[in-house]
T-cell receptor, first 114, second 114 residues
Framework: GENVEQHPSTLSVQEGDSAVIKCTYS??????FPWYKQELGKRPQLIID?????GEKKDQRIAVTLNKTAKHFSLHITETQPEDSAVYFC?????????????FGGGTRVLVKP | DAGVIQSPRHEVTEMGQEVTLRCKPI?????LFWYRQTMMRGLELLIY????????DSGMPEDRFSAKMPNASFSTLKIQPSEPRDSAVYFC????????????FGEGSRLTVL
């Protein structure tokens, strides 16, 4: 089955700096790569996603890149703010006979210091 | 967002007791997922349903775990007998919009087994 590795596990940045989280996946058939943000005590929520026919996608201060050849994808947060502090999960969706299931990476705890 | 209602939100029980977690997604979805979240193992997919039919239960830890979805608006995850290592937050999530649509998570059920 699909295996998603995520690095780093923790990331501390100064407010205003950029944060980068990297993920690799194992199943070359995966075609959908979402990123979820989970604030403390809350549920994971989708912040951005990218599909395999696109190499890069941007939404305000966040951007994702995808390299299908190398089977890795990354999340970039620019001009970080304290409210960006949370745990971020990457995921890969693997097609199955009756629908796709989402496999998550281990998560990255991001702390933005004021 | 009341897209998924989970109950109970918190449960504390003693080892050996039966635990039943409930999930009520909004109507109109086509897939429903149960995830377990722990510090050590992150977000693990336990089982998912497509059109109320269990598709992949390979993530269910062992025979003590079972899940049902008798109709499109209700699902249960049962642990019998429970063990301290089952302590975790259990999330139910649904997906709309095709095989690679966004997952909408419930608020989770925090289970503590003493």
């Amino acid at each position: 089955g699909e295996n998603v590795e995520q690095h780093p596990s923790t990331l501390s940045v100064q407010e205003g700096d950029s944060a980068v989280i990297k993920c690799t996946y194992s199943d070359s058939a995966s075609n959908y790569f979402p990123w979820y943000k989970q604030e403390l005590g809350k549920r994971p929520q989708l912040i951005i996603d990218i599909r395999s026919n696109v190499g890069e996608k941007k939404d305000q201060r966040i951007a994702v890149t995808l390299n299908k050849t190398a089977k890795h994808f990354s999340l970039h947060i620019t001009e970080t703010q304290p409210e960006d502090s949370a745990v971020y999960f990457c995921a890969a969706s693997t097609a199955g006979a009756a629908g796709n299931k989402l496999t998550f990476g281990g998560g990255t705890r991001v702390l933005v210091k004021p | 967002d009341a897209g998924v209602i989970q109950s109970p939100r918190h449960e504390v029980t003693e080892m050996g007791q039966e635990v039943t977690l409930r999930c009520k997604p909004i109507s109109g979805h086509n897939s429903l997922f149960w995830y377990r979240q722990t510090m050590m193992r992150g977000l693990e997919l336990l089982i998912y349903f497509n059109n109320n039919v269990p598709i992949d239960d390979s993530g269910m830890p062992e025979d003590r775990f079972s899940a049902k979805m008798p109709n499109a608006s209700f699902s249960t995850l049962k642990i019998q007998p429970s063990e301290p290592r089952d302590s975790a937050v259990y999330f139910c999530a649904y997906r709309q919009g095709g095989d690679t649509g966004e997952l909408f998570f419930g608020e989770g059920s925090r289970l503590t087994v003493l």
